[in-house]
């Protein structure tokens, strides 16, 4: 497992960017009435690509946290339900040649999704999401020289909550659509109640 996540970390690092996670976008209608409840982030056994800067895992937590709390709890269902994501690998580039050696940070996750009503999960296997840094005026020559560690953590941490919201907007299945309340039909020239017609 280890080393399969090891060899991908080599190879995407000397990949392309891939597009920003910054900016939330409108809120998927696919997610129907979810709610965020918690968000829960691991990192024990990550593994750190070759040429890596090393992260503090705390760091990682928390910066993950932050950006779940900042996509999914502008959402305002009824339904809960809880994000728990591992850490199983990451690349956060050193400075390199520009041109020719200016590796890329990257990141991959597992994620589950918990539904709190049901007390269970919704997949039994972690989805597996990577993402690349975005690309911008600091990164397009290389990260390593003109972020620090706990920018480029940003960054990938943006993009990877980016597309935990696009996989789940796939799985309509689990999120039922929200209700909305049906406001009374007003009649027109309805004729008057008995009580006033006696009167």
């Not at 497992?1 to 696919?30: D, F, V, Y």
Request: charged letters at 20%.
């Amino acid at each position: 497992m280890k080393t399969r996540i090891c060899g991908a970390l080599a190879a995407l690092a000397l990949l392309g960017a891939c597009t920003s996670g910054a900016q939330l976008g409108e809120e998927r209608s696919e997610l129907g009435d979810f709610r965020l409840g918690h968000a829960i982030v691991v990192t024990d056994g990550a593994t750190i690509g070759p040429a890596s800067r090393r992260a503090d895992p705390g760091v990682w937590e928390s910066t993950l946290t932050d950006e779940v709390q900042r996509r999914f709890g502008r959402y305002d269902g009824d339904k809960y339900y809880h994000i728990a994501i591992a850490v199983q690998g990451y690349v956060l580039a050193i400075p390199g040649i520009p041109i020719v050696a200016a590796p890329k940070s990257v990141l991959i996750l597992g994620v589950t999704i918990w539904d709190d009503a049901a007390q269970k999960k919704l997949n039994d296997t972690p989805h597996r999401i990577t993402v690349l840094e975005s690309l911008s005026g600091e990164t397009v020559i290389s990260s390593g020289l003109t972020q620090s560690a706990e920018e480029q953590m940003q960054n990938l941490s943006e993009n990877a909550v980016a597309a935990i919201e696009r996989w789940m907007a796939t799985k309509t299945e689990w999120f039922p659509p929200r209700t909305t309340l049906v406001e009374p039909e007003v009649v027109e020239n309805a004729p008057p109640d008995a009580a006033a017609s006696e009167s």
